[in-house]
T-cell receptor
Framework: AQSVTQLDSHVSVSEGTPVLLRCNYS??????LFWYVQHPNKGLQLLLK??????LVKGINGFEAEFKKSETSFHLTKPSAHMSDAAEYFC????????????FGTGTRLKVLA | EPEVTQTPSHQVTQMGQEVILRCVPI?????FYWYRQILGQKVEFLVS????????KSEIFDDQFSVERPDGSNFTLKIRSTKLEDSAMYFC????????????FGDGTRLSIL
């Protein structure tokens, strides 16, 4: 069975400092992995996706993530946080065995301090 | 950019009443999904729909739930007799294909059961 673990429920960073949001996955198949962001009262917006091509994936708004099979990790990073990055971030694995349903992590709430 | 749209944004219903949540997926997409997020909990898969039939449903999706694509553009989720525990944010999503394709989410419908 596939699963996703987001290691931090809350992360606080100062504006202009790096962001690291951690995600570990478990999958019996070659996984498709995604990061989504949810701003208050809004839907889920795709930040980036990994689908077995390059292991370093670049996304929108300066975010990137590195797929590390040996560590079963897919951590999200950004070199310099902006106030507008404050939101909830979800790591997601897609069930590639059948219907491609998403399995979500519990989310990490990112707070950016001025 | 094409969007998934959901209506209404907020629905308040008395317990035991029927409710229909509506979604218009992106027009050329073939896979459709409903997820829900109970306040403070993670996003959970409810059901996937492809080729005019349910392809997978979760344990949550019991006989009280049904989905329909009545006219080739709308995708609806019906809850026949609502319970207090159905209160949640419901997200509709669609994707062009299954494997390796990201799902696009609507902004959600907040369902409040009184």
């Amino acid at each position: 069975a596939q699963s996703v673990t987001q290691l931090d429920s809350h992360v606080s960073v100062s504006e202009g400092t790096p962001v690291l949001l951690r995600c570990n996955y478990s999958s019996s198949y070659s996984p498709s992995l995604f990061w989504y962001v949810q701003h208050p009262n809004k839907g889920l917006q795709l930040l980036l996706k990994y689908t077995s091509a390059a292991t370093l994936v670049k996304g929108i708004n300066g975010f990137e993530a590195e797929f590390k099979k040996s560590e079963t990790s897919f951590h999200l990073t950004k070199p310099s946080a902006h106030m507008s990055d404050a939101a909830e971030y979800f790591c997601v694995v897609s069930d590639s065995s059948g219907t491609y349903k998403y399995i979500f992590g519990t989310g990490t709430r990112l707070k950016v301090l001025a | 950019e094409p969007e998934v749209t959901q209506t209404p944004s907020h629905q308040v219903t008395q317990m035991g009443q029927e409710v229909i949540l509506r979604c218009v997926p992106i027009s050329n997409h073939l896979y459709f999904y409903w997820y829900r997020q109970i306040l403070g909990q993670k996003v959970e898969f409810l059901v996937s729909f492809y080729n005019n039939e349910i392809s997978e449903k979760s344990e949550i999706f019991d006989d009280q739930f049904s989905v329909e694509r009545p006219d080739g553009s709308n995708f609806t989720l019906k809850i026949r007799s609502t319970k207090l525990e159905d209160s949640a944010m419901y997200f509709c999503a669609s994707s062009l294909q299954g494997l390796n394709q990201p799902q696009h989410f609507g902004d959600g419908t907040r369902l409040s059961i009184l």
